[in-house]
């Protein structure tokens, strides 16, 4: 079992940036595939972004392709989520998600098929 703690969010301009961090409390992240969603107040939680446990595949939903990237460091301790050109509609709660994989170049972009979630963080961009 693994515990995720995210952290990086806030407030924010339109236009402006932000970076999530997803790490595992007390463990690696190497042996899981992990995703990013996100709930805004009243909406379901969606895919936002994924990426496999090698790195070396990646996903992301229609909406933030191009502003955002997703990424793990080398030691796979973290996976980050860089947020560019955010927009109001960029505001919700952002959790990531983690799911073991054999495969290293899977992507899970099904919310349904993550078995570990952290808390979320708040992410609130004004115009």
């Known amino acids: 079992q693994v515990q995720l703690v995210e952290s990086g969010g806030g407030l924010v301009q339109a236009g402006g940036s932000l970076r999530l961090s997803c790490a595992a409390s007390?463990?690696?992240?190497?042996?899981?595939?992990v995703g990013w969603f996100r709930q805004a107040p009243g909406k379901e939680r969606e895919f936002v972004a994924a990426?496999?446990?090698?790195?070396?595949?990646?996903a992301y939903a229609d909406s933030v392709k191009g502003r955002f990237t997703i990424s793990r460091e080398n030691a796979k301790t973290t996976v980050y989520l860089i947020m560019n050109t955010l927009k109001p509609e960029d505001t919700a709660v952002y959790y990531c998600?983690?799911?073991?994989?054999?495969?290293?170049?899977?992507?899970?972009?099904?919310?349904?098929?993550?078995?570990?979630w952290g808390q979320g963080t708040q992410v609130t961009v004004s115009s």
């Open positions: 998600a983690a799911d073991v994989r054999t495969s290293p170049l899977a992507v899970v972009t099904i919310r349904s098929e993550y078995d570990y």
């Open positions: 007390g463990r690696s992240l190497s042996p899981y595939v």
């Open positions: 990426i496999s446990r090698s790195g070396g595949n990646t």
